[in-house]
């Protein structure tokens, strides 16, 4: 396995930071140690600019090529989720309720220690521009920072992210081109009858069976309608009715979520909903209200990206570790608002036999950080090759 040598020998520095990181959790954009932290660490590797505050808490760095040429974007998420860690880990949070179980502490260092690499080495043509985002759990940060002007500010030409995996064996990679991780839209159907006693239910309009009928027909949105050889899926997660046995309630609200890897998709799903709802609706004589709330939109791939990622990943793990079709994900990821502006690829990295992620003994592995350093050093060096 091909990892660069300068970059093993200060992995025990990379290591230090990926710990305190850890130690220190924050959330969304309330990441100041963090931002702090990061900003202060680019500075002393020799970066030819940090800038702080984009996106509110986002921090930036520079790094110039051996002469002009190309500009690309590499990004790492730094905020950890409300979670009570539970891995007695040495370095395990010391902020009560909060805690790294998704392994932005690792993205982050891994894209330092890059940034290490590339500041002191230089072997490029063109501008590396090192994204550190804030609120990527729930807080949209990535859309903060695109909406502050990132991509425009910087000359950003094309952009690129990565994720660990628990499960995936480290040294190994998964992409895809197209959606790799799914839209995020939240629903609530609320139905309003006229309610009664449950003893005299021909005297009501029984808003619980109409909210069952609803239920099994939306279940039919993806099995009959959606093509079984592309991805949707459509979940009911709350459903709120009643206080009394013998009461038939006046209303019943419905809370769930659908999640679809392309905007065709997408559109076709919430137009479903409102149709079968409404529609239903009438045909029991109840009143319905929709709020459809649409969150991170699909993760997006762009062809020509994904091979180079891909090709880059390969040149680091070996051709036998990297998955160029993998499956598309179900869970969301805000880096999509980047790919909406450029164009760009989001790749999945191994962390090996480790706790699933968002759980509270899920750790991320260190023995995938020099695997991640490689792979974004060389994918700094190949698509701004000297040679181009």
Same mark, same amino acid.
């Given at each position: 396995?091909?990892?660069?040598n300068?970059?093993a020998? &200060? ?16 959330l ?9 932290k990061?900003?202060e660490?680019?500075?002393?590797f ?22 002009p040429?190309?500009t690309i ?8 989720l ?7 880990k ?8 909060k ?11 891994m ?5 290490k ?7 490029f ?5 090192l ?24 000359g ?8 660990n ?7 190994? &990679? ?12 939240? &629903? ?9 006693h449950a ?8 808003t619980v069976?109409?909210a ?5 027909a ?8 959606i093509d ?12 709120e ?17 659908i ?12 137009e ?9 609706a009438a045909?029991?004589g109840?009143?319905?209200d ?7 939109p699909p993760?997006?791939?762009a ?14 793990v ?5 998955n160029d079709?993998?499956?598309g994900?179900?869970t969301?990821?805000?880096f ?13 990295m191994g962390?090996?036999n ?9 750790d991320?592995?260190?023995?995938a950080?020099?695997?991640g ?16």
């Open positions: 396995m091909p990892i660069i300068r970059v020998e &200060f992995m025990p520095e990379i290591v230090g930071w990926r710990h305190d990181f850890h130690t220190h959790p924050e969304q954009y309330d990441v100041e140690r963090t931002a702090g990061v900003a660490l680019l500075q002393s020799g970066v030819d600019e940090v800038v702080t505050g984009i996106g509110r808490t986002g921090v930036v760095a520079v790094i110039r090529g051996k002469r040429g190309r974007g590499l990004r790492a998420d730094m905020d950890a409300p979670i009570h860690e539970a891995t007695g040495p370095y395990a949070s010391q902020n009560a309720g805690m790294h179980a998704c392994g932005h502490d690792g993205h982050t260092a894209l330092l220690g890059a940034a690499y590339l500041a002191e080495t230089r072997n043509v063109g501008t590396a521009v994204i550190f985002q804030p609120a990527e759990e729930g807080g949209a940060g990535g859309r903060a920072m695109v909406e502050d002007g990132l991509m425009d500010r910087f950003i030409e094309e952009v690129y992210g990565l994720h995996i628990p499960g995936m064996p480290v040294a190994s &990679f998964a992409i895809r081109a197209g959606g790799i991780m799914a839209a995020t839209d939240e &629903f609530t159907i609320t139905l309003e009858g006229n309610g009664g003893a005299i239910p021909h005297k009501a309009i029984d069976v109409v069952a009928q609803l239920i099994l939306l279940q039919t949105v993806v099995s009959r309608n079984p050889m592309r991805s949707a899926v459509l979940s009911i997660t709350m459903v009715a009643g206080d009394a046995f013998n009461i038939i309630p006046r209303r019943v609200k419905l809370t769930g979520t999640r679809t890897l392309e905007e065709a998709e997408r559109a076709f799903m919430e479903r909903l409102r149709t079968i709802s409404t529609g239903i045909t029991f109840v009143k319905v929709i709020a459809y709330r649409r969150g991170y993760t997006v791939n062809a020509e990206q994904t091979g180079i990622a891909a090709d880059v990943a390969r040149s680091v070996g051709g036998s570790q990297v079709h993998v499956d994900a179900m969301g990821e805000d999509a608002y980047m790919l909406e502006a450029r164009p760009g690829a989001y790749i999945l962390n090996g480790s706790s699933q992620l968002h759980t509270d003994t899920y991320f592995n260190d023995e950080i020099p695997v350093v490689s792979y974004w050093s060389r994918l700094v060096e190949t698509v701004l090759s000297a040679k181009t």
